[in-house]
T-cell receptor
């Protein structure tokens, strides 16, 4: 099955700064998504990363705060902008494998904002 | 949008016993129902999934059942082992997008 590599795996950031998370899939996926998982909580969908066009955001998430790029079928980035302590969370990249239709996840990026 | 409810939130069983986790969903258009196992500090791992044209699916000790009329689906783990201890998430969706339940923390006591 496909493998998603995500980096950084963790980072400690200062309030007001921005951080970009990268996600690389080793094979083609039909769709890519970004999820957030706060400590001890479930997974919440942030947005669908659309190839070559603007991402589709879920309610409560906006492009200015979470700009997303997907320049090709196997790569995407998520930026967490102007961070505050409330943004401390695990951010997970995911993809739908073209062959099986299964949704699978990267290792996650654990962000701590001080 | 889709709403998924998952029960119980915690489940403790003795090694060798069975464990059952249940989920309900709200959107009748959902046609894909995966289950994920997440160990502490790791990514969610797909353990089994079922699509709306199937009522039951089994993979060794794990089975999933789906009742589309009632909009509920369940995960069954038989002959539980300590390494089954983890958080389990159900999800419902289609076309790739999935809404997740709140998770069930399963503890298997040796």
């Amino acid at each position: 099955s496909a493998v998603i590599s995500q980096k950084p795996s963790r980072d400690i950031c200062q309030r007001g700064t921005s951080l970009t998370i990268q996600c690389q899939v080793d094979s083609q996926v039909t769709m890519m998504f970004w999820y957030r998982q706060q400590p001890g909580q479930s997974l919440t969908l942030i947005a669908t990363a659309n190839q070559g066009s603007e991402a589709t955001y879920e309610s409560g998430f906006v492009i200015d705060k979470f700009p997303i790029s997907r320049p090709n079928l196997t790569f995407s980035t998520l930026t967490v902008s102007n961070m505050s302590p409330e943004d401390s969370s695990i951010y997970l990249c995911s993809g739908v494998e073209a062959n099986t239709g299964e949704l699978f996840f990267g290792e996650g990026s654990r962000l701590t904002v001080l | 949008g889709e709403n998924v409810e998952q029960h119980p939130s915690t489940l403790s069983v003795q090694e060798g016993d069975s464990a059952v986790i249940k989920c309900t969903y709200s959107d009748s258009a959902s046609n894909y129902f995966p289950w994920y196992k997440q160990e502490l500090g790791k990514r969610p791992q797909l353990i089994i999934d079922i699509r709306s044209n199937v009522g039951e699916k089994k993979d060794q000790r794990i089975a999933v059942t789906l009742n589309k009329t009632a909009k509920h689906f369940s995960l069954h783990i038989t002959e539980t082992q300590p390494e089954d201890s983890a958080v389990y998430f159900c999800a419902a969706g289609g076309a790739g997008k999935s809404t997740f339940g709140d998770g069930t923390t399963l503890t298997v006591k040796p």
